[in-house]
């Protein structure tokens, strides 16, 4: 994991994808003790963008829904879960 790009310049597809990798690598209990922290570290930052970018989706989701006549209408999307935890 030495040349990474940094969390915020990752599209999100390119950050899921991080993920994903992250995630098989940890499972796959090949890596040694440092790497699985480091990898899991990551792991756990690009969670936390992919959150948060989903949440801002969401909210602009919400502002541009329009009443049926034609008058703004804030209406509020369900919030993506945030509760689970990133485990291996």
Do not use: C, H, N
Not at 20 to 39: A, F, K, N, T, V
Not at 67 to 73: A, E, K, P, R
């Amino acid at each position: 994991m030495a040349d990474v790009k940094p969390v915020d310049e990752l599209t999100y597809k390119e950050a899921s994808q991080e993920l994903e990798r992250i995630i098989r690598s940890l499972e796959s209990g090949d890596m040694e003790l440092e790497e699985s922290l480091e990898s899991y570290s990551r792991g756990v930052e690009l969670l936390k963008s992919l959150r948060s970018r989903l949440a801002d989706a969401e909210q602009k989701v919400s502002v541009l829904l329009a009443d049926v006549d034609g008058t703004d209408t804030l209406v509020p999307a369900e919030a993506a879960d945030t509760s689970d935890t990133l485990s291996f």
